[in-house]
Nanobody, 124 residues
Framework: QVQLKESGGGLVQPGDSLRVSCAVS????????VAWFRQAPGKEREFVAA????????YYTQAVKGRFTISRNNVKSTVYLQMNSLTAEDTADYYC?????????????????WGQGTRVTVSS
């Protein structure tokens, strides 16, 4: 069974940096893309970033381009999201997902696997 576990969330101040991690188990990690989504209070879930199986292709939503970086370590079966210059608008629960597609359309699919989420709060 595929399992994803996010970690690294917390409370930070505007302008700070934070790195969240997604550990994946139960499948051939280096064969699948992994994506990050987030859901802010009272808002719908939105795509944040995705990375292809070998890290050669990445996608970002416009709101985080230049501030967030997605990366992966296939030896550790972990995907990271480095978040810099955080603002209050980045406050959300962050979820990682994996599926047999590239997330090039910034959309999740019905048969994607999901983690339980990690909360990021940006506040002074």
């Amino acid at each position: 069974q595929v399992q994803l576990k996010e970690s690294g969330g917390g409370l930070v101040q505007p302008g700070d940096s934070l790195r969240v991690s997604c550990a994946v188990s139960g499948r051939t990690f280096d064969s699948y893309s992994v994506a990050w989504f987030r859901q802010a209070p009272g808002k719908e879930r939105e795509f944040v970033a995705a990375i292809s199986w070998n890290g050669g292709t990445t996608y970002y939503t416009q709101a985080v381009k230049g501030r967030f970086t997605i990366s992966r370590n296939n030896v550790k079966s972990t995907v990271y999201l480095q978040m810099n210059s955080l603002t209050a608008e980045d406050t959300a629960d962050y979820y990682c997902a994996t599926g047999a597609h590239y997330y090039s359309d910034h959309e999740a699919k019905e048969d994607d696997y999901w983690g339980q989420g990690t909360r990021v709060t940006v506040s002074s």
